[in-house]
Each structure stands twice: as C-alpha cells, then as structure tokens.
C-alpha cells in the first residue's frame, strides 16, 4: 500500500491550494484518513481528519479555512486550502488506516504519505 500526495507549490498570501492524496495497493479497505504538516523546528500537528463515513475535525488553526473530503471510488482524499497565512507554510503529510490483502489475510496498519511542501509567501 502507498500514499501519493500531491498539490504543494508557492502561494501567495491569501490564495489558495488543493492537495490530493491517492492510495494504491491491495487495499480491502480505508477507514479514517488525514492531513497532518511540520512546520520548520516543530512538531508535527494534525490538521484535519475525515472518517470513512465523511464526519471530519479540523484544527483550530485552519478551521473555516480548510476542507478535507474524500472520493471513497478513487480512494483519494482532498485539502482544499483557502485563505492561505504564512503560518501556514509547512512539509504537508497524508495519513490514513488502511485494511489491506496480505496473501491470505486482511492486515489494518497506518499508513503516511511522502510529504508535498506548501509554502505561504509575498
């Protein structure tokens, strides 16, 4: 199983940004999913989750200005980033748990994807 993410890029304050994340693998299944970022000399902070069923939970920090959704079909999760702050400027990263087919069984693990880069400057 692996994560793909993808969409960072340079923007300018206030603009915006889609990231995408797209699972592939023997996958039987993917339950919760979601963006977490570092930021230079921190930590890594959880940005925003989405169950399989659709409920989602946002930091603080970037709520009303992120959306996280999902296409369960293509097995792909979105951030939509609008009204984009400096602070915002972060290695972004996709997570999700996945059920997987390991030969003869189904296996749940977590899984992360490589990292997309998303910097917020004039």
């Known amino acids: 199983v692996q994560l793909q993410a993808s969409g960072g890029g340079l923007v300018q304050p206030g603009g915006s940004l889609r990231l995408s994340c797209a699972a592939s693998g023997s996958i039987f299944s993917i339950h919760s999913m979601g963006w977490y970022r570092r930021a230079p000399g921190e930590q890594r902070e959880l940005v925003a989750v989405i169950a399989n069923g659709g409920n989602t939970n946002y930091a603080d920090s970037v709520k009303g200005r992120f959306s996280v959704s999902r296409d369960n079909a293509k097995k792909t999760m979105y951030l939509q980033m609008n009204s984009l702050k400096p602070e915002d400027t972060a290695v972004y990263y996709c997570?999700?748990?996945?059920?997987?087919?390991?030969?003869?069984?189904?296996?749940?693990?977590?899984?992360w994807g490589q990292g997309t880069q998303v910097t917020v400057s004039s």
């Open positions: 997570h999700a748990i996945v059920t997987y087919y390991d030969v003869t069984r189904l296996v749940s693990e977590d899984f």
